[in-house]
């Protein structure tokens, strides 16, 4: 039990010494997470809000830990961004979001699947040929897969991340700027991004019905999109009050748990055919 413990907080924080035993085993659990198939893809659907219709869904990933349970994202996300082992953890989002754009296709529903990269996926100069390599034999387009990265992922070595992005645009990907107005991003690179969307952090979305600034912000920013000629998404959709708010502002799409929270991948298919918009 003390272990148990003790490795809960580990995850928890997961600010641990690189080289350090506790990091070093809490790796080593990791790579046998993804060799023993204990990764999960949870997927949350994203609407189009002027026509109730969902179009897409965010992938998200958990940990089915034998011991511990599902482990949600935050407590080994976080680890490892820091030890670089986020790449192999991509690679694996990326995989299963592209075969599962495949499946629904192949059950009638076409779908454009968010997976999140991080700054590391960023730096590495391969990416773009690899996630290509990826998506060839399965016969999925890159424009099936958007791919979210936070204004603080680019901002670490913007040059670089903007090398990388161009790359994935002009291969046809689509891109979004995740937590907008969460980081630290200027004006002036959003307008050298080669960016699509621009996703209003869920901070906002969810203050905007009792607080007049976060409505305001809310506002601004599904302006801002549209003057860029950018689409924008509101994530934290909670309720059908900020829906309505979130149409009659013009916002593109939603996501939230008004709609529906993270779901299994294997139970998608079957809710998205049965959803109807409230
Ligand atoms: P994120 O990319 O901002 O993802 C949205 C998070 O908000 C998800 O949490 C989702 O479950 C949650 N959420 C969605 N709708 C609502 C709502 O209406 N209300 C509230 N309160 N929350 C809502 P989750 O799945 O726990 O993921 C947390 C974070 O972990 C993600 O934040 C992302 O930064 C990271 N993450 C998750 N999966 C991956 C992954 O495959 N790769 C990477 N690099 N990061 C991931
Ligand atoms: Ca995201
Ligand atoms: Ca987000
Ligand atoms: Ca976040």
Known sequence: AAKTRQCGSLLYHAQLDAGSQESLSLLSELRRAVENNELRLYLQPKIDLQRGKVIGAEALVR???????????????????????????????????????????????????????????????????????????????????????????????????????????????KLSIDDFGTGYSSLAYLKRLPVDELKIDKSFVMAMERDLDDARIVRSTIELAHNLGLSVVAEGLETAKAWAMLAQLGCDEGQGYFICKPMPQEQFVTWAKTWQPP
């Open 63 to 173: 940990w089915q830990h034998p011991v511990r349970g599902l482990v949600p994202p935050m407590q080994f996300i976080p680890f490892a961004e820091q030890t670089g082992f986020i790449r192999v953890l991509s690679a694996w989002v990326l995989a299963g979001s592209a075969r599962f754009a495949r499946e629904a296709r192949d059950a009638g529903l076409t779908l454009r699947l968010s997976v999140n990269l991080s700054t590391r996926d960023l730096m590495d100069q391969e990416l773009p040929a690899k996630i290509e390599a990826m998506l060839a034999p399965l016969e999925v387009a890159p424009g099936s897969l958007c791919l979210e990265i936070t204004e603080s992922a680019i901002m670490d070595d913007p040059e670089r991340a903007l090398s990388t992005l161009e790359h994935l645009h002009a291969m046809g990907f």
